[in-house]
């Protein structure tokens, strides 16, 4: 028997990106372990990728190229060749394209955090093509704008440094079940005496095993950050010498924060005065201190002033002077991507497309063609996401989806909800069978992602099926000869040996130690921005939705919605995986006992969750894991799995967050009601 053991790299969105070791038999591959080497990993997986053998020789792979029969939705296909399904949507695409290529869109995300199965290739061809852009801000972009504006880019702390800290704050994060290294690091600090404290509406998995939990409303993260530092001047609290050296703005956001009181921002949070205080004075003494900064407290209307507010913390107290203090939210920005050699943007030719939002993506394709919006869209190209699940407001992109008159091709790994609404499925490959290189956003490593496997059946990598495409657009410029190792061998600037990464599976990238130990930020004069250029001092955002900020719409809809992941998924990534589902259960909504009795919810039944969008049935958990006022809607299920077809989208909406053009799924009123 022929054993031999591949370098790998998980692709899933996570801020992990663990380091994987994949052993294969007689071209089978029979186990996926965690590369013992790799820091970061350290020879541990999650539950999900642990069993990643189990996705992808699942019985309900896509193996073949499909073209609709039945009515868009229906799910009804016919096997066809490769030849002809890209013969057949070329010839569109080329009709398409005669009229006005902007009409043709693009829809991805991250399916993989691959740069070459990601954007490289496929970038290349729609830019070639003058297709219109996508703006890809359904998940961090408004974090990401929030650091690059305060810091100059997403960057922060190490990761393994946090086992150094004598506080972590983990705030918006359930660690344990989407940033399982970061948690293990977190526990080497609490056996060497570190406090944990989780700020989070939810008390997840994580707030149970940290030695506190403040468990504020959705959308109120920015008000705890000024109250903080309004104790922060009154406690004496602040490094006025690293804020003079090392921070640009500090007047103006001071006397920002002077108004917001310990009594004022407990109002607005729904938490105590006394724990304004106690947090300030705690993370305000103790040295080394940390921020875990995650996601889910950016996807409302705030989020990115929240952000910039919290990232302004350990600048005020001095905490970046330390390694192992500081901030974490994204390290994106230390590996030095060479997006215009992986994507080029010369092929357009001087042309300026328009942008589609991909958060808007359920009234866009509803729009018909005007001046101020360009044409109506005419071809949607799905790749590397499920947007009939994961996008916001679900019944208007249900209703784009269904329109006869729009091409739609979806290339996926199985049938799922997008999948169902195609023309054209195109069978793509698993992490297993193709060649990658990635990046992280949690640590500062870069990865190769070497084929373990030979295809199955006629699955195609997303490059090999762009390719291909511009083949048939008779596109034939050099750089979509390139090969996917070619690809890979462009992707990566200074600090990273391309043979070695292929040889160790990894490399670290050259980052200094304790970043900011002396300034050094990487904005314009080496200063964090309180008052950056065109976006002034940050105050607190109100939601869209809540009891202060729209008090007639929360007489109808009282309760807040939020909807994280649940732990044994990755967005909808998973959710098809038995083994996974049955740990998972069925979709449930935790409602706590103060707002389920008045409503006369009882334990196990369904409820019917809705608003003026929407409405969500599956059973109700009566838990005080959610806290009064909130309600939480654990996903993201595909529709077709839900007791009645739908998933909690049905109830988000697609407005936009103050800066970073990002998804507000956390920003949301609802009632709840028993059948």
């Known amino acids: ?70 009515a868009k939705g229906g799910g009804q296909f016919e096997r066809i060749t490769w030849d002809e399904a890209l013969n057949d949507i070329a010839a569109r695409l ?39 852009r996508l703006d890809r801000t359904i998940c961090s972009s408004a974090g990401a704008a929030a650091l690059n504006a305060t810091y100059g880019s997403r960057v922060g702390m190490h990761v393994e440094h946090f086992a150094g800290s004598n506080l972590i704050l983990i705030w918006g994060s359930n660690s344990i079940a989407s940033n399982l290294h970061f948690w293990s690091v977190a526990q080497t600090a609490k056996r060497n005496g570190a406090k944990l404290i989780c700020i989070d509406p939810r008390r997840t998995e994580t707030a149970d095993k940290c030695h506190e939990h403040i468990a504020l409303l959705p959308g109120t993260d920015g008000a705890l950050a000024l109250g903080l530092m309004q104790q922060f001047i009154e406690q004496r609290l602040l490094d006025q010498d690293y804020i003079d050296c090392h921070t640009d703005g500090w007047p103006a956001l001071r006397e920002q924060a002077g108004q917001w009181t310990p009594e004022r921002t407990a109002s607005v949070c729904g938490i105590t005065a006394q724990q304004v205080r106690d947090l300030a004075r705690d993370y305000g003494t103790t040295r080394p201190a940390a921020i875990r900064l995650n996601y889910g407290m950016q996807r409302v209307r705030g989020g990115g002033s929240a952000v910039r507010l919290i990232a302004a913390l350990p600048c005020l107290t001095g905490a970046w002077r330390h390694r192992a203090g500081g901030l974490l939210l994204s ?110 956003y949690g640590h500062a490593y870069v990865l190769v992602n070497e084929p373990a496997i030979t295809p199955l059946g006629e699955a195609r990598p997303n490059s090999a099926v762009f390719r291909a495409l511009a083949a048939r657009m008779s596109f034939d410029d050099a750089c979509f000869s390139q090969t996917d190792e070619q690809i890979g061998a462009q992707a990566f600037a200074g600090g990273v040996d391309f043979e070695q990464l292929r040889r160790d599976g990894w490399v670290r990238l050259p980052v200094p130690e304790a970043p900011f130990e002396n300034g050094g930020f990487p904005t314009a004069n080496g200063r964090a921005q309180f008052a950056p250029a065109g976006l002034g001092v940050a105050g607190f955002v109100a939601p869209y939705e809540s009891r202060q900020s729209s008090p007639e719409l929360a007489v109808r809809f009282p309760l807040a919605m939020i909807s994280p992941p649940a732990r044994h998924f990755l967005n ?60 939480v809607a654990l996903g993201i299920w595909w529709r ?23 998804a507000t799924f956390y920003d949301c009123l609802v009632e709840v009601a028993a059948l």
């Open 94 to 132: 080329r009709c398409i394209a005669a009229r006005d290529p902007t009409a043709i869109v693009p829809y991805s995300y991250s399916g993989t955090l691959g740069l070459i199965q990601g954007e490289a290739m496929a970038a290349r061809f729609f830019n070639r093509l003058g297709a219109a």
């Open 572 to 631: 909808s990534t998973f959710v098809n995986v038995a083994s996974l589902r049955s740990i998972e259960g069925e979709p449930l909504l935790e409602v706590h006992p103060q707002d389920a009795a008045p409503r006369g919810l009882r334990d196990g039944e369904i409820v019917r969750t809705y608003n003026d969008r929407g409405e969500y049935r599956c059973k109700v958990k009566i838990s005080d894991r959610a806290r009064p006022g909130v309600v």
């Open 640 to 662: 077709k799995l839900g007791p009645a077809g739908t998933n909690a989208n049905e109830l988000t909406h697609q407005r936009l967050t103050d800066i970073g053009r990002a």
């Open 1 to 70: 028997m022929a054993t031999r053991s591949v370098h790998a790299a998980c692709p899933h969105d996570c801020p992990d990106t663990c380091a994987i070791r994949v052993t294969v038999e007689d071209g089978v591959a029979v186990r996926v372990q965690g590369d013992p080497d790799h820091p970061p990993t350290d020879g541990t997986l999650c539950t999900k990728v642990a069993r990643y053998t189990e996705r992808t020789y699942h019985p309900n792979r896509l193996l073949y190229p499909l073209r609709r029969v039945g």
């Open 331 to 440: 390290s994106s920005g230390w590996p030095q991507v060479q997006r215009a050699a992986l994507e080029r943007p010369d092929l357009l030719g001087g042309a300026n497309p328009r942008t589609i939002n991909m958060n808007t993506i359920g009234n866009d394709l509803l729009r018909e063609t005007t001046p101020e919006f360009g044409p109506k869209i005419e071809a949607l190209i799905v790749y590397n996401s499920n947007p009939v699940a994961v996008a916001p407001e679900s019944p208007q992109v249900l209703r784009g989806f269904l329109r006869e008159d729009l091409l739609t091709v979806v290339m996926e790994q199985f049938q799922t909800d997008t999948a169902d609404y195609a023309d054209y499925v195109l069978p793509a490959t698993t992490q297993l069978e193709h060649f990658d290189v990635h990046t992280s």
